[in-house]
């Protein structure tokens, strides 16, 4: 089944939440393309764009973000406009991400998405 979903809708809603969170070692590495949380320096801070970023917390000191390598505190960011088709494969692009789930999309009419049942 395709589960083809317009990216603002993913960025508006939680449906972001189900990209795992990624590490990024340095602000110039930070993908243009990623709709999940990214970990990046404190450093980040001084680049920030409330319009095309928003800070979603901070990692505590000794926060594992991957492979249990516990780097440096990070801010929590996301994309607020990731640089991605008008319309995705949410499920392609979940388990390009290593997310294997069975997920349905239930449209409504007047709103578009309505809400994605995972199974």
């Not at 928003?54 to 929590?76: A, C, F, Q």
């Not at 997310?99 to 007047?110: N, Q």
Request: net charge negative; glycine share 6%; proline share 5%.
């Amino acid at each position: 089944m395709k589960s083809m979903v317009k990216t603002a809708d993913v960025v508006n809603s939680n449906l972001w939440k189900l990209f795992p969170a990624i590490n990024v070692d340095r602000t110039k590495d930070i993908p243009a393309d990623y709709l999940g949380v990214m970990g990046v320096p404190i450093s980040f801070i001084d680049k920030y764009s409330s319009t095309q970023f928003d800070i979603v917390g901070i990692t505590k000191s000794g926060t594992s973000l991957e492979n249990g390598r516990i780097p440096y505190r990070r801010l929590l960011i996301r994309h607020l406009h990731p640089e991605l088709p008008e319309e995705i494969d949410l499920k392609e692009l979940l388990a390009k991400c290593g997310v294997d789930l069975d997920i349905e999309l239930l449209v409504t009419d007047d709103c578009g998405l309505g809400a994605v049942e995972v199974k």
